[in-house]
């Protein structure tokens, strides 16, 4: 049998009582006053039975309490079973997940678990759950995300380069105008909601596919939007269709929300209704046209996806006049909430913060 561990001095029994009660790892209470009762003289078995455990494990404390004091007897997480994965590679698997997809050699357009755990088969030869497989892409930082629509014809500088002239631009605006007139920031676009609404994701039971209802029909109406995001304000009216006359209110509408005395610069896409010469611009309003096919510069884009999620999506239509009240039901729910027009619609690179 061997030879009982001599359990180091620097320590009394009373200062391991003390530790003790300042612990709040029961675990490590259990230790400690086990330790106690041996440097206060007692048997191995019992400071065994004040911990509840055998002379082995009491041994295994009594090692670790001489290698780190108190702090040795704390309570440590289990090592488990060792991760299927090592760090070469979680590395080809972020690396592949960046890359995306290839459809012609991978059959997919978007990586799910399933698919990546194949992946992960192919190369590695390691077959991984794709529950498994979720905690380490969780692990990594990688989210499922709703991703931002690009125009497949969008130059690759036009967003970076509308960020460095557009403050220019505005400043120009503001020296074109009496001095001290006050400066609204405004964005506009429009949206098309009709019966066939959009299908968004709801909670349901793993395992399940949940249903919603989806109308076949194809009536629709238009809300033309705008946002002034630092002042938390909104404009919008609702109309039949796209062109020069509904634009035409649509400023009109603005023009009737900007503070007295002060412009508007509204920032819109260059939609040919945007542009007309048959456009009336009202004289409080100058309007500052973004670059081509950049939508995600434009955070009404955001407005319109946050309503469509909440309030537009997942229902029937009954009639074209039931498509117009609810869309005015959520324009109207929207301006009674200028903190999430400020949340959603506030650009940092446009507003110099």
């Not at 905690?135 to 930082?141: D, I, Q």
């Not at 001095?179 to 299908?199: H, S, Y």
């Amino acid at each position: 049998m061997a030879a009982s561990l001599v359990v180091r001095s620097d320590y009394s029994g009373s200062d391991l009582r003390a530790f003790a009660r300042r612990s709040d790892d029961a675990q490590q209470v259990r230790r400690l006053l086990a330790m106690a009762s041996i440097l206060d003289g007692g048997r191995r078995s019992d400071a065994a039975k004040i911990g509840g455990v055998t002379l082995q494990i009491v041994r295994d404390w009594v090692i670790r309490f001489n290698a780190e004091g108190p702090d040795g007897l704390k309570s440590r997480k289990a090592p488990g079973k060792p991760s299927i994965l090592g760090d070469e590679q979680r590395r080809a698997l972020a690396a592949q997940v960046e890359a995306g997809p290839i459809p012609s050699a991978h059959g997919v357009v978007r990586w799910r678990l399933v698919d990546l755990a194949q992946w992960v088969w192919d190369e590695f030869g390691l077959s991984i759950s794709p529950q498994s497989l979720s905690r380490e892409m969780r692990a990594l930082g990688y989210r499922k995300l709703s991703a931002r629509p690009r125009h497949n014809s969008q130059k690759t500088d036009d967003i970076a380069d509308f960020k460095k002239t557009s403050p220019p631009g505005l400043a120009s605006i503001t020296a074109s105008l009496p001095q001290g007139t006050p400066v609204e920031l405004w964005w506009q676009d429009e949206a098309r909601i009709g019966q066939q609404t959009k299908l968004t994701r709801r909670w349901a039971k793993r395992g399940t596919r949940p249903c919603a209802p989806r109308d076949q029909r194809r009536s629709s109406a238009w809300i033309f939007g705008a946002i002034c995001p630092l002042e938390g304000k909104a404009a919008g009216i609702v109309m039949p269709a796209c062109n020069s006359e509904a634009m035409t209110m649509h400023l009109e509408e603005i023009a009737f929300h900007v503070a007295p005395g002060a412009h508007a610069v509204v920032i819109l896409d260059q939609a040919g209704w945007h542009g007309s010469a048959e456009l009336v611009i009202p004289p409080n309003i100058t309007l500052m046209p973004l670059p081509p096919r950049c939508p995600e510069l434009n955070p009404v884009e955001n407005i319109w996806q946050f309503m469509r999620d909440n309030w537009l999506s997942n229902r029937i239509f009954k009639s074209y006049d039931d498509i117009v009240d609810h869309c005015c039901f959520a324009w109207n729910k929207l301006v009674d909430q200028p903190w999430r027009i400020m949340s959603i619609g506030i650009r940092k690179w446009a507003h110099g913060f």
